[in-house]
Nanobody, 117 residues
Framework: VQLQASGGGSVQAGGSLRLVCAVS????????MGWFRQAPGKEREFVAA????GSYTQYSDSVKGRFTISRDTRYLQMNSLKPEDTAVYYC???????????????WGQGTLVTVSS
């Protein structure tokens, strides 16, 4: 499975962006998908995850109610963006539906999101 995140850019606070995770590999349907982010000088943190069936989703408290993860279209819709959302965002795929980065087997290159106040 190969992944590539795209859709990042610069936006003002309160704006929206949609990140997309391009996926190749016929076995992706068996994998959970997650989004993580890493801000400058900080560790990578969990953002959102969706189970392989799409039946279960989980969000970090900091993005709950503002971000939406989709499996079929493989996007992360980000609304009401805040300056603290500024980070490089990564999509990942793994056998286990999880909030832990170490459980994900495949990672795409990140896409930078910059939110100005």
């Amino acid at each position: 499975v190969q992944l590539q995140a795209s859709g990042g850019g610069s936006v003002q606070a309160g704006g929206s962006l949609r990140l997309v995770c391009a996926v190749s590999g016929r076995t992706f349907s068996q994998y959970a998908m997650g989004w993580f982010r890493q801000a400058p000088g900080k560790e990578r943190e969990f953002v959102a995850a969706i189970s392989w069936s799409g039946s279960y989703t989980q969000y970090s408290d900091s993005v709950k109610g503002r971000f939406t993860i989709s499996r079929d279209t493989r996007y992360l819709q980000m609304n009401s963006l805040k300056p603290e959302d500024t980070a490089v965002y990564y999509c990942a795929a793994g056998r286990q539906y999880s909030t832990l980065a170490k459980t994900y087997d495949y990672w795409g290159q990140g896409t930078l999101v910059t939110v100005s106040s």
